[in-house]
């Protein structure tokens, strides 16, 4: 007689059984900015009502980290603003327009040096070589350091110190195809040591090694836009085109940080001794947004990252799970603006967005520059606006600046 009595209720345990169930399998997901919990059995999202993370992300990320203070003064821009060794990093078809026969720059980079860390930093060293009137050579050295670090087991038992370091090597050939329009190829090679000779997972670790290729285009030309003139500059670099990478044996490889950048610049001579300049720089990593959920061929791998290098470049213009307006929120936007005061003094300022739902990196910038007959200095402090913590929150970064050819001349 119980058991009769329990028949009516069972269709409604049964449903309380099944939707703790399902509520148990409910996926978070991401679409558009906007958190969702996605139900597999009934195919239903669910809004959460909270923002969520999308952020496209890859290997080796040092090698986009903007490595001047000029430009760390102007909200990481470079692609457009004139010429210095430091265009190696930002768009190496502006060396082809460089007014001195040999010059020298180099970057030190203190990093999460807010939070105590003595030990971390990123170090730059880039030059160029005018051959002639129409082309320049290029090269630069990267370096980063993760300072010391101690490895742990899963139990937290010491597995020994290591000091897992990064660094890039890379040259460039630039060349004037006329007056106004300058291309540029360059090659790099890159070395990632972050964990090598321990075993995660039964897999020992190894240096990554991978190779990459560099591609720019600048268009400069005279303006009228004051009484004593001005200049409108743009440039387009690709850059970090290459190989993927692994710290394994495992064929399932990272890929490094592809990037398209556009950049625009307008310089306006004030009179004989002050000009300004505005620049904008508009950046988009041409890897594609995760997408963990899709793994079709059922390998335990998401298919996103099992595309070749090539194909995740023209993949990620279109893959954004929100679709075209998830793709716009993907190019980070930097804009400044360079004052000089006899080509002897420079006051800097920019700004910094990222889509909260890309990395949420939002910040302000200030700097200084001096010029001294062969010699300058920039300074640069980067002030954050979001509670989102950044490595440099904070820090004062400086670069120096060696005009070599003026100084065998004297």
């Not at 993370?53 to 457009?80: C, E, H, Y």
């Not at 101690?150 to 110190?161: A, I, P, V, Y």
């Not at 540029?184 to 995660?200: D, E, H, P, R």
């Amino acid at each position: 007689m119980k058991f009769k009595a329990l028949l009516p209720w069972l269709p409604l345990f049964a449903a309380l059984f099944l939707g703790n169930t399902l509520q148990a399998q409910l996926i978070p997901k991401c679409q558009d900015g906007k958190g969702y919990s996605y139900n597999p059995v009934t195919g239903a999202l669910i809004p959460t009502g909270e923002k969520c993370a999308n952020s496209v992300t890859s290997a080796v990320p040092f090698l986009r980290i903007a490595p001047d203070a000029r430009g760390g003064g102007m909200g990481d821009v470079g692609i457009a603003t004139s010429t210095d060794p430091n265009g190696m990093h930002y768009n190496q078809s502006k060396l082809a327009f460089a007014d001195k026969d040999l010059a020298v720059s180099a970057t030190y980079t203190p990093w999460m040096r807010n939070l105590g860390l003595q030990d971390v930093y990123l170090a730059y060293l880039a030059a160029y070589k005018r051959l002639d009137d129409l082309q320049t050579i290029g090269a630069s050295l990267r370096y980063f350091s993760l300072g010391d670090i101690e490895f742990t087991d899963e139990n937290g038992g010491s597995l020994g110190q290591g000091r897992p370091n990064e660094f890039e090597v890379a040259l460039a050939y630039s060349r004037k195809l006329s007056k106004k329009f300058a291309a540029a190829v360059g090659a790099k090679f890159i070395y990632s040591n972050l964990a090598t000779g321990q075993i995660v997972e039964g897999n020992e670790i190894r240096p990554g090694v991978a190779g990459g290729a560099d591609l720019s285009l600048t268009y400069r030309t005279p303006m009228k836009l004051t009484r004593a003139g001005g200049e409108f500059t743009f440039g387009a670099a690709v850059s970090n085109l290459g190989s993927k990478i692994t710290y394994t044996r495992s064929a399932n490889r990272d890929y490094i940080p592809t990037n398209l950048g556009l950049g625009f610049a307008w310089k306006f001579n004030l009179d004989d001794h002050n000009t300004l300049t505005f620049t904008t720089d508009l950046n988009k990593l041409l890897v594609p947004t995760p997408r963990p959920d899709i793994d079709e061929d059922g390998d335990g791998i998401p298919d996103y990252k099992q595309y070749s290098s090539i194909r995740g470049i023209f993949v990620s213009f279109s893959d954004a799970p929100g679709g075209f307006s998830e793709e716009l929120k993907e190019i980070n936007i930097g804009a400044g603006a360079e004052y000089w005061y006899d080509n002897q003094f420079a006051v800097r300022a920019g700004y910094f967005y990222e889509h909260y739902s890309k990395g949420n990196r939002k910040y302000f910038s200030v700097g200084l520059g001096v010029k001294y007959n062969v010699f300058g200095i920039n300074f640069s402090y980067l002030v954050p606006t979001t509670n989102q913590r950044n490595p440099l929150d904070n820090t004062l970064r400086f670069s120096l600046l060696f005009d070599l050819a003026a100084i065998e001349g004297q």
